[in-house]
């Protein structure tokens, strides 16, 4: 397929997104997901995804996520530019998905429709050291699999009830809701009492909501 931007630049891309994950994230307590939207919302994404030399290799990772930041309109306090970066998990996924960006060509949008950076960084331990193709393959497989539904959605449709309805009938938030549906949110990681009612208002055991994830090992 044809690329938006050369390779010679995709490994600066690639270290530069990786670095402002891993500033948003542990410098400026900001959740990924949240970064994410917040470069979509800015267009930065969009100009990153184009190649625009001035975000793929134009400016260090944190230059890239003040930028981000200060359109957003968050202010951040006694953040300073930081010059060596560790290989963390929120590091790695900044990296993969600028990896995965390129390779597929799929927009920063459409990629976060379909994968939430939370479930990317949980993929880490077994990912960060096997080859970029191997990822891609992985996160293309939890894309493909999040079109079959949530054992949370089929037992709520089996139910006629709509996910407004499951909120009110659950006391859960329906935000939290439609995250879980879309895999956004782990449910096997909810709290015990949520999972509790979610179970009393479809009429099912906790165990029936459980997802089970592929072995990607």
């Known amino acids: 397929m044809i690329h938006a931007y050369d390779e010679q630049y995709l490994d600066d891309a690639m270290r530069n997104l990786g670095e402002a994950f891993d500033f948003a994230r542990n410098i400026c ?11 979509i919302a800015t267009e930065i994404a969009g100009l990153f995804e184009r190649g625009v030399p001035k975000y793929v290799s134009g400016m260090s990772g944190t230059e890239l996520a003040m930028e981000v930041l200060r359109k957003s309109g968050m202010v951040v306090e006694n953040a300073t530019v930081q010059t060596e970066y ?17 390779h597929t060509g799929r927009s920063f949008q459409n990629i976060h429709e379909g994968l939430s950076m939370r479930e990317v960084q949980r993929l880490y331990p077994t990912l960060h050291e096997v080859s970029e193709e191997r990822a891609v393959d992985a996160l293309n497989s939890i894309i493909r699999n999040k079109a079959l539904p949530t054992r949370l959605q089929a037992r709520r449709k089996s139910s006629a009830l709509t996910q407004r309805e499951l909120s009110e009938k659950s006391g859960l938030n329906l935000r939290t809701i439609q995250q879980y549906e879309r895999r956004f949110k782990d449910i096997n990681k909810a709290a015990g009492s949520s999972l509790r009612a979610l179970s009393l208002a479809l009429s099912c055991r906790i165990e029936d909501l459980l997802e089970y994830e592929e072995n990607l090992t």
């Open 29 to 39: 307590q900001v959740d990924l997901d949240d970064f994410l939207s917040m470069m």
């Open 86 to 102: 560790s290989y963390s998990s929120a590091y790695w996924t900044g990296w993969i998905i600028a990896y995965f960006q390129w």
